[in-house]
């Protein structure tokens, strides 16, 4: 097999591969970044538990309107952002930490997103419906990851500079502003919006590994945020193009070859990364000479 | 040994009272809605049946709730399909601690493999419904007497219903052209079909709704209808039809409308009966294939 063949034949081929890789540069492009501050913010769980506050939205949407993707996924959006705010309102104003009130408030979205499905006594499976699949990708799903995509990268312009100053020294930053409430929220709902792209992309369960797996990859090879960011997009990308193209050639599920490639090159910066890799600790002279 | 005593005081109380039940009607739990389509056809008046995975659930990743589990711990009887299917149903039986027995209504099927394990989809062939329907009916007999004349008969004209269905799948599939009869449904519920009408069925992944396909599996599928000239894609009432949509984009082949495998739909739906479920299935995929 030439290397044409392996490598680029199964996208000129094949609509629904193109379709994927279109998919999956969207969802890097937003999702990368996003990690990146969720990691450098201590939240990289949050994105998982995030996921399953989105559940009772959906189930909502679904009881209202059936199997309408448009439906659920602002039910979703919804229900996420509700949870966000609420636990991120508890945080600021009382003296509960972010990550205990965020674990309440998503665990009673989860039951109650639970007993909505059963409620509907349909037992369909409505996750199949929710969260799509890689390789079915139609143009409505695509438009949605696209949309999202946008948005993310506009909103995330704007509120650049206080997200940074909150993700390093949010003390300083409440000195000298007031941006670091609202850009907080923002951020909270950016994460909502990626879980939602990440779940049409990738599915339940691994809808958070094209957000973290990168940001953590990038942290063994940049110092700072903006080559983090560089460095954890390229290896989303990289992970994306490499885990379709092996799910192609050897018959994994597309999802789990994303992320399994993903962790592949997060162990490999972990050994050989440039800044703080294990082999660098070891033989740092090596690396000071060059 | 004082809870043991209660129970049998409690088991002799229900002994007493069951003769006046037995007035009632024969309480029965099927496990799903086909082989509750079945009981009630050769059951009649005289059995009340309760369905676990209803109208349009899926059969495969059911979660039994507490209900399920009050009402198999009431029944006298409890009908299940076998072959694999019913993978929640032990769980079930435990807890419940039903002493009902339990009818394999699949029993003296061949089953035909899927993988190393058993199609469990044998009721796609009628010639199979037969035997369940024959199992069904010696079950109800045995465990209410009084009405077995009842049973026999409404079995008797069920058969002969049934006999005719056959035929007429038969000479409907004669008026598809041999090379036609190939489409491509979203999971292999259909061995049984296939092998009994010689139509062909490729399904993108195996033989459980779980299981997520890979690029490989779909590359392949549309390699193949290509290749064969495959004219209709099918969905089914119960999986994601996003990928049979995005197959049929890709490929030119036609969206042949929704065959019933699993599940039948409610009242209101085209197909609430057996025989409507595979009426609707060999009307859709004649005027699909035909064509």
């Known amino acids: 097999m030439s290397i044409h063949d392996a490598l680029i034949a199964p996208f000129t081929e094949f609509e629904f591969m193109r379709r994927a890789l279109a998919a999956i540069i969207a969802v890097s492009l937003s999702g990368a970044p996003i990690g990146v501050f969720l ?173 973290i797996l990168p940001a953590a990859i990038a942290r063994f090879w940049a110092r700072d945020i903006t080559g983090m960011i560089c460095v954890a997009v390229l290896s989303a990308l990289m992970s994306g193009y490499a885990g379709l193209v092996l799910s192609f050639q050897t018959g994994l599920p597309s999802g789990p070859a994303i992320i399994m490639v993903a962790a592949a090159l997060y162990v490999a910066s972990v050994l050989l990364g440039s800044v703080g890799g294990l082999v660098r600790q070891l033989f740092p002279g090596r690396h000071l000479e060059a | 040994m004082r809870g043991c005593s209660a129970w049998m005081m409690a088991l002799a109380v229900l002994l007493i009272a069951t003769p006046l039940k037995a007035q009632d009607r024969l309480d029965v739990v099927a496990s799903f809605s086909i082989l509750a389509d079945f009981v009630r056809e050769v059951g009649g008046e005289r059995v009340d049946v309760t369905t676990l995975v209803g109208a349009n659930g899926d059969v495969h990743v059911y979660t039994p709730a507490p209900q399920d589990a009050k009402k198999v711990a009431d029944a006298r009887l409890l009908i299940v399909n076998g072959l694999g299917l019913e993978g929640w149903l032990p769980r079930l039986l435990q807890a419940s601690r039903s002493k009902a027995p339990i009818v394999v209504a699949s029993d003296g099927i061949t089953p035909l493999k899927l993988g190393s394990e058993a199609d469990p989809h044998a009721w796609q062939s009628v010639e199979n419904a037969k035997v369940y329907v024959k199992n069904i009916r010696n079950a109800l007999v045995q465990a209410d007497t009084a009405d077995a004349d009842d049973f026999r008969r409404n079995a008797e004209r069920y058969l002969a219903e049934l006999d005719a269905l056959e035929a007429e799948v038969r000479s409907e599939i004669e008026k598809i052209p041999p090379e036609r009869r190939k489409v491509i449904s979203t999971h292999g519920a259909f061995g049984y079909f296939a092998r009994s009408y010689g139509v062909e069925f490729i399904a993108p992944s195996g ?85």
């Open chain 2, 207 to 291: 033989v459980s709704t779980e299981a997520e396909p890979s690029a490989r599996d779909v590359a392949a599928i549309i390699a193949r209808i290509k290749h064969d000239k495959i004219t209709a894609v099918f969905l089914e009432n119960i999986s994601d039809e996003r990928l049979i949509r995005r197959i049929s984009e890709e490929t030119g082949a036609r969206v042949g409308g929704t065959l019933y495998s699993d599940s039948l739909t409610d009242e209101k739906g085209v197909a609430p009966t057996y025989i409507a479920m595979v009426r609707h299935n060999i009307k859709a995929l004649t005027s699909a294939l035909s064509r």
């Open chain 1, 39 to 211: 990691m450098l913010r201590r939240m990289s769980l949050v994105g998982d538990a995030m996921a399953h506050a989105i559940l009772p939205g959906a189930a909502i949407g679904f009881l209202i309107s059936g199997l309408n993707l448009f439906a659920m996924t602002t039910g979703g959006l919804i229900a996420g952002f509700a949870v966000a705010i609420l636990a991120g309102l508890v945080s600021r104003t009382t003296g509960l930490k972010e990550d205990a009130s965020l674990a309440a408030f998503y665990l009673a979205s989860l039951a109650l997103g639970v007993s909505i499905v059963s409620i509907r006594g349909s037992n369909i499976d409505l996750l199949h419906v929710l969260f799509g699949n890689i390789l079915a990708m139609d143009d409505q799903t695509l438009l949605v990851i696209a949309a999202n995509t946008s948005i993310t990268l506009i909103v995330m312009a704007v509120i650049y500079r206080p997200l940074v100053i909150e993700s390093v020294d949010p003390l300083f930053l409440r000195t000298v502003s007031r941006a670091g409430a609202p850009a907080h929220y923002l951020f909270l709902a950016l994460v909502v919006i990626n879980l939602v792209n990440g779940f049409q992309a990738l599915g339940t369960l691994l809808a958070v590994g094209l957000m």
